[in-house]
């Protein structure tokens, strides 16, 4: 999956720097064929395997309500032999026949190419994403204009589907107290949201991207509607400070008790100097690359590929999504980028134009493309990974 699955007009590089965080973008048939992603043939699969839902991954609602698991789910056990609630097939039915909107939650654990789209959105974004498929019918909306606490690319799939985009934002917004969408009542939704911005009427293949915070709502215009949603969820830094208090224990300053509350002058002495010792440890390489390596492990959470019987590990690289230029050089050629040159022989420059020009490689693939030169790899890509062109996440 590469970026021009989802956007054809503009730059990984503009999105990134115009848009991603920013401002909502739509792109008419970008992806195409939208077959290859999903269709109705697919979402019928998915909802016909009983034993994969129960409450928790599957959602029903109408007119702006999310209705209770009671109303279209039973008591049942799982695989586990754990009580649950299943979906009742006749209650659901009954409910999509009354205008009621169904969605599955993280289908991209289940299904191939939905969850191709999503490790590229991860990737691209270097966040955690899910994805979720709604299904919803003429003239009925399911959910009030509201905002979203994660990022959303939202790829219309089947039918048409018209998005209003409100001038109002929430900025920073987040999945904690007294900031996500349900601390609020309706009224004060409808008055942060603003005016309409745009709207915009979904086809197939069409993609819209829409910053976390900015306000929105959708109504099928079709005889039914078919979309997709990517929801790329980010570490904030509330969570990097998580990250370092483990560590803050090894330090005996963190072990010490903190002065009683009626000596003020010590307190207020003790907390300062808190202040300055966690900025000591924040600034130290080594939690930085602790936090790089969380961020990427959260992007290798979906790398998995085996190819049994063959039980040989593979090795995965995440390709930069910096820009970097390769040009031929004479007989030889160069590799340059922010703050780095790297020379290329000749044997090796269609190796490396094939790695530049990917969003993700496996040695297994470049062993089979050039066979020659497996024995010089271990050079190269050591250099590439040295000035972060690629970057290992599996392997």
Known sequence: MQFSNFFKKITRDQFLKEYWDKAYYFEQGAFDPISDLFDWDQMNDLINRSKLWH??????????????????CRPGIDRKGMNVLVPDSERVRFLMSK???????????IHPSVQEATRFIERL???????????????????????????????????EKTWNIYRGRVNEAIDVPRVRPSDFTREQHDQQKG????????????????PRGLYHDAMTTDTASLHLSFGATYVDGHSTLSMLAPALHQDEFFRR??????????????????????????????????????????VADKVVRHTL?????????????????????GQAATLSGEGFSIDIAKEDYALAERIVTSEEIWLSDLRAEFPDRVPHFEPLLKA??????IWRLRG
């Open 99 to 109: 205008g009621a909107s169904l969605v599955l939650d993280y289908i991209e654990g």
């Open 309 to 329: 019987p063959d039980r040989t590990p593979d090795i995965n690289f995440m390709v930069t999504r910096r820009p970097v230029k390769l040009a031929r050089r």
């Open 257 to 298: 008790r903190i002065p009683h509350f009626d000596d003020g002058d010590d307190l207020e002495l003790y907390i300062t100097e808190l202040g300055k010792r966690v900025a000591e440890h924040m600034a130290r390489s080594e939690f930085h690359q602790h936090v790089r390596g969380h961020l990427m492990s959260k």
């Open 55 to 72: 409450a928790n991954y599957m959602e029903m609602a109408v007119d702006g309500n999310v209705l209770p698991s009671e109303q279209y």
């Open 195 to 210: 005016e309409v911005m745009q709207q915009i009427v979904m086809r197939p293949g069409d993609v819209l991207y829409l």
């Open 125 to 159: 974004t270097g966040t955690h994403a899910s994805c979720n498929a709604y299904c919803s019918w003429k003239s009925v909306q399911a959910y009030h204009s509201h905002f979203d606490t994660m990022c959303v690319f939202a790829v219309q799939i089947e039918g």
């Open 384 to 389: 590439l990974d040295q000035h972060h062109v």
